[in-house]
Nanobody, 118 residues
Framework: QVQLVESGGGLVQAGGSLRLSCAAS????????MSWHRQGPGKERELVAA???????SYADSVKGRFTISRDNAKNTVYLQMNSLKPEDTAVYYC????????????WGQGTQVTVSS
């Protein structure tokens, strides 16, 4: 019964940066695997970054080297630092979480819009 709320989206010029936050409530997420996904208009949802409970990270090739996922367990919050943004990064970004015993991400936020202008 964890709730996830994303924030930090907005309009930014190409080459700029944004930092997204995912604030969790209802449960402590220190033992959850957490991730960020995005869905652009007319496109399928895709995984862009993930971080395990132990801090291991993974990234989609399209964002590797530009995006960084991190977590602050004391604040029960996950972040996505996005640098060198490109117009193709425009999408609704979603935060998701799962327990180690779960094979799919079971908990999702409502999403936050990121728009990158050229």
């Amino acid at each position: 019964q964890v709730q996830l709320v994303e924030s930090g989206g907005g309009l930014v010029q190409a080459g700029g940066s944004l930092r997204l936050s995912c604030a969790a409530s209802g449960r402590t997420i220190s033992s959850y695997g957490m991730s960020w996904h995005r869905q652009g208009p007319g496109k399928e949802r895709e995984l862009v970054a993930a971080i395990s409970s132990g801090g291991r990270t993974s990234y989609a090739d399209s964002v590797k080297g530009r995006f960084t996922i991190s977590r602050d367990n004391a604040k029960n919050t996950v972040y996505l630092q996005m640098n060198s943004l490109k117009p193709e990064d425009t999408a609704v970004y979603y935060c998701a979480g799962r327990l180690r015993s779960q094979t799919r991400y079971m908990y999702w936020g409502q999403g936050t819009q990121v728009t990158v202008s050229s």
